[in-house]
């Protein structure tokens, strides 16, 4: 079972604290940056056609 921070002893609280904000700001970043890239990244979608006329298909 996990120990909360509030069993740990209060001389290893501001270690705690110091990995959770390193923790935190690492993948925010990270979310941050894949997100910026992909609202900029443009996403040409081509789709793909048939041989066969339109006309022919509704018969």
Known sequence: MQKSPQDLPQSDR???RKWRLAVVSFYGSLL???LMLALT?????QIAGT???LASLKK
């Open 51 to 53: 041989s066969v006329p």
């Open 14 to 16: 501001p270690v705690l």
């Open 32 to 34: 941050a940056v894949m």
């Open 41 to 45: 990244i443009s996403h040409d979608v």
